[in-house]
């Protein structure tokens, strides 16, 4: 009996934890190559974004270029300008990503963004980074959002 009611808690919560693997996202100026990228909770493209609502993404890349830093950043762009979204955690190292981050290797990483402070819902592009030396970009991509408040 308990291992029955483990099993529909396991069950309830993979429903409740909607993921998506993004098909539409274009890449922004990364040296690295992004295999694969899922977005939780998010159950279509564009994904929909609320606020203080926290998302989870992973993602698998290549990397393109050796990096002694990676620092995960996002944001979304919001009346002609780019807000940012809260990331957790700003060190990438340590989250999927062994630094230093070492050409061709390839990494699994996950982090978490939090949307704030948007005054409208609207259909827009969300930006997500990872930043490593000189400011150049370890991997970038665009993704279609619904912001909602």
């Known amino acids: 009996m308990i291992a029955f009611v483990k099993v529909q808690l396991v069950l309830l919560s993979c429903v409740l934890c909607t993921g998506i693997y993004l098909k539409h996202f274009t890449d922004c100026g990364g040296h690295g190559t992004i295999h694969s990228i899922l977005l939780e909770p998010c159950d279509s493209e564009p994904c929909h974004i609320f606020e203080d609502t926290t998302y989870h993404g992973t993602v698998n890349f290549?990397?393109?270029?050796?990096?002694?830093?990676?620092?995960?950043?996002?944001?979304?762009?919001?009346?002609?300008?780019?807000?940012?979204?809260?990331?957790?955690?700003?060190?990438?190292?340590?989250?999927?990503?062994?630094?230093?981050?070492?050409?061709?290797?390839?990494?699994?990483?996950?982090?978490?963004?939090?949307?704030?402070?948007?005054?409208?819902?609207?259909?827009?592009?969300?930006?997500?980074?990872?930043?490593?030396?000189?400011?150049?970009?370890?991997?970038?991509?665009?993704?279609?959002?619904?912001?909602?408040?």
């Open 62 to 149: 290549t990397a393109g270029f050796n990096s002694q830093t990676a620092l995960n950043k996002a944001t979304a762009e919001i009346a002609n300008a780019w807000g940012p979204f809260h990331v957790t955690p700003e060190d990438a190292c340590g989250h999927g990503i062994i630094c230093p981050v070492v050409k061709g290797e390839t990494y699994t990483y996950t982090a978490d963004a939090v949307p704030k402070n948007f005054n409208s819902s609207i259909r827009t592009v969300a930006k997500w980074m990872v930043v490593g030396d000189n400011n150049e970009y370890l991997i970038c991509w665009d993704f279609p959002v619904f912001l909602n408040v």
